[in-house]
């Protein structure tokens, strides 16, 4: 038995970071009840787990529930299928081509529509429409308002979070997931009928090695999974790392001195600082030990990406936002086969509107009379960050 016993899911949703702090001192690697699933907190330790071949750790079986196939539970043959189709668009030598031209205007448009308010909620009204917009963008979905990109991002991934078990956040899920289900199909149809240079035409044709193009059943789970992480990673990326910058605000003024030194810094922070997803979960397709620890196959588990993002043992002062501090890697994107394919276009997005707050905002400062919101568990970030420049 350990401390987790009596951890409840409402604790590690309000925040999971002093449960993980407690963990790499006591108990690495331990049970939690409440959420029926093997905790893994120290960096070394997630580093050893998520190397493991994935014939012995594969995917969870809790991704996308009711969706089907997803790039998230799939593993051998079929994530590599699934894989074929996503990946092309979001290597390094495509994103390069593609990402100053769609993102910088749109980060330019907004940051100029909401100056002259002198303040907002930043994460809300600006950054999670950047992104939404540039990542929407470049999956193909240029008829589809920001307002709608948000609301089925924030519905599916508030679903696929819900630890809580919530009604409510379920049945708003399910709603917007019926929207998404009805424009992809469409959207499928026409990309399968007329290829364009999209990631979604990608995600139909690519790496078939002439096999039958995918149809909207084969990628509908990996789709939500899309609309959820990918819509949500750089928005609430952007968000930790302006918190980050101005909860120090010594540091946001070293930014806005020296832009083209410390803006790769920043993002690199804010990403280990406040991973958006704490955590990654796989499936234990056999015993695994870990540190002398037993974990039985079956066993979900639950690689604390946040968590190993602040050992003590790598970084002095985890808890801190210190964009000073030497480069280490971090583990925000996961590890293995499931290392989050879009990384590169997430950190060129963020990079580049960093740079364009700066150059717009310079006096942007933390609003005294509103304090920030930071919640989730499997999906973490800064949802409420009022600000004024």
């Known amino acids: 038995m350990t401390f987790l ?48 071949d994935p014939s012995v750790l594969g995917a969870t079986t809790r991704s996308a529930p009711g969706l089907g196939p997803a790039v998230t539970n799939a593993d051998g043959d079929l ?9 092309p668009p979001l290597r390094p030598k495509a994103v390069q081509g593609y990402i100053e031209s769609a993102t910088r205007p749109v980060a330019v448009e907004y ?22 917009r540039v990542i929407g963008d470049v999956l193909g979905l240029h008829d589809v308002d920001d307002d709608t990109r948000q609301r089925w991002f924030r519905a599916i991934a508030a679903g696929f979070g819900n630890l809580l078990q919530s009604e409510q956040v379920r ?19 026409r990309v399968t009928a007329f290829p364009d240079g999209s990631a979604l035409s990608s995600m139909v044709h690519q790496g078939l090695e002439g096999g039958r193009p995918r149809t909207y059943d084969d990628l509908r789970g990996t789709l939500h ?4 992480g990918g819509f949500q990673e750089p928005g609430h990326a952007l968000a930790a790392t302006v918190l980050g910058l101005l909860t120090w605000p010594e540091q946001y003024a070293l930014l806005v001195d020296d832009p083209k030194t410390y803006v790769p810094k920043a ?14 979960e796989r499936h234990a397709l056999a015993d695994i030990e870990v540190r002398g620890t037993t974990i039985p ?25 210190d964009m000073r501090r030497p480069h280490l890697g971090h583990a925000a ?29 310079p006096r942007l400062r933390l609003d005294p009379d509103s304090q920030p919101k930071i919640t989730g568990y499997s999906m973490r970030g800064v949802k409420h960050l009022p600000v004024l420049w």
């Open 79 to 87: 994530h590599r299928w699934l894989r074929a189709g996503i990946d």
């Open 171 to 189: 049945l708003d899920m399910e709603a917007a997931g019926r929207e998404l289900d009805t424009a992809m199909v469409e959207h499928v149809a």
């Open 5 to 52: 016993d009596s951890v409840s899911n409402e604790e590690l949703v309000a925040d999971p970071y002093p449960v993980f702090a407690r963990m790499r001192r006591e108990c690495p690697v331990a049970y939690h009840p409440a959420s029926d699933t093997w905790i893994v907190a120290s960096w070394d330790d997630c580093s050893v787990v998520g190397a493991i």
């Open 225 to 228: 999974i899309i609309i959820a």
């Open 267 to 280: 993002v690199h922070e804010g990403l280990r600082w406040l991973a958006p997803f704490s955590v990654t």
């Open 297 to 321: 196959a079956g066993s979900e588990i639950a690689l604390a990406l946040g968590s190993a993002n602040h050992d003590e043992t790598r970084w002095s002062d985890p808890t801190v936002f």
């Open 333 to 361: 994107f996961g590890y293995g086969v499931h290392f989050c394919a879009g990384h590169f276009v997430a950190r060129r997005l963020e990079h580049i509107v960093l740079e364009e707050i700066v150059r717009r905002m």
């Open 111 to 132: 940051l100029d529509r909401i100056l002259p308010q002198g303040g907002a909620e930043a994460t809300g009204e600006l950054l999670e429409r950047i992104s939404v």
